[in-house]
């Protein structure tokens, strides 16, 4: 008989929005994954014998080893930018964003285990798949009422605009 047991975390409350985090700690993410990527790459070239002249070719294979493609539209209107990324198979808590007044960075991480036994065998898969991806925005936007929901697989972004400053005409004088 063949049992299926799913050691998949369970979460009681998932928040309605993606956690919003501090620039710092996305960027020092965005670093260990370069390195993931670059220790890979270099697996494939000492794989290959050491030769040389594959290096891109052993770094995009790392990268889509590693690294999820997630496709964003980012969209202006007069008083907000919105940013639309498609992040299937993500939760809510599997999502981090930081926003900044001319920079967004959205980083995700999932792992799924899943474990089969039958007559003496144990078959355990685990699945774990990241992204992290970093924009300058087209325009400043105020981070303090940016908002942000999860819905379907794809990530929405409500950056509010900051209002242009008017200018102000000051008058010379002479001394």
Partial sequence: MQSQRSLEPQFKSAPASPILVEAEKLFDQMKELSQSV???????FEARGRELGHDLDDWIRAESE?????PVEITESDDQ???????????ADEVQV???PRRLVISGNSARWAEQKSEGVVYTERRSSQFCRAFDLPAEVDPARAGAS???GVLELRLPRVAPS?????EVKTP
Wanted: hydrophobic share 45%; net charge positive; aromatic share 8%.
């Fill in 38 to 44: 670059a220790r890979r790459a270099y697996e494939f």
């Fill in 66 to 70: 590693l690294l999820r493609r997630v």
């Fill in 81 to 91: 930018l919105t940013v639309r990324a498609e992040v299937p198979g993500f939760s």
């Fill in 98 to 100: 930081s926003v900044e």
């Fill in 150 to 152: 999860l819905k379907d």
């Fill in 166 to 170: 008017q200018a102000v005409q000051v």
